[in-house]
């Protein structure tokens, strides 16, 4: 089980939330697809009990303190590719849409996991594309995550 989480923007009590619940949950991995804001998330982050992957988002204006909170947690950069349970993964913010959409179309991917909006959208397809939303609830008032089982690429949305 794959723990997805976007758009924190500095929110501790979100993310001390989601932490504890993808603990609970003992998902296989965390990922984070941007918007961490400062390094000091890194304390909350450092609590999961599994392994955590991330993505620069565009108001992650602090690239280099970032990295350096978080290099023994995961290597920051501005996107990843990933094998899970024989599925490739893209993961990016997604502030440019037609990478989002050009990633999707390649034909490459699996899945792809983005953030950038804080709307909710997942999109089945022969790509399946994840946005699970803002943990911040800043912009919309929910905050949201999602649990993705990598085998079946079944998912759940999860309100905090």
């Known amino acids: 089980m794959i ?38 998330t890194v304390n909350e982050f450092s609590r999961l009990k599994t392994n955590f992957l991330a993505v620069f988002g565009n108001n992650d204006g602090e690239r280099d303190g970032l990295k350096k909170a978080y290099q023994n947690l995961c290597f920051l950069e501005d996107f990843k590719e990933i094998n899970i349970e024989n599925k490739r993964f893209g993961i990016i913010h997604g502030t440019n849409e037609s990478i989002v959409d050009a990633l999707t179309k390649s034909g490459k991917y699996d899945v792809i996991i983005r953030g950038h909006t804080h709307k909710l959208n997942i999109k089945e397809g022969e790509t399946l594309v994840i946005n699970p939303g803002e943990a911040c609830g800043y912009v919309t008032g929910e905050k949201t995550l999602v649990l993705l089982d990598s085998e079946t690429l079944n998912h759940e949305v999860v309100k905090l």
């Open 3 to 40: 723990g997805i989480i976007a758009d924190t923007h500095d929110n501790l009590k979100a993310i001390h939330q989601a932490v504890d619940f993808f603990n609970q949950k003992n998902v296989d991995l965390v990922i984070h697809a941007g918007d961490l804001i400062a390094p000091f």
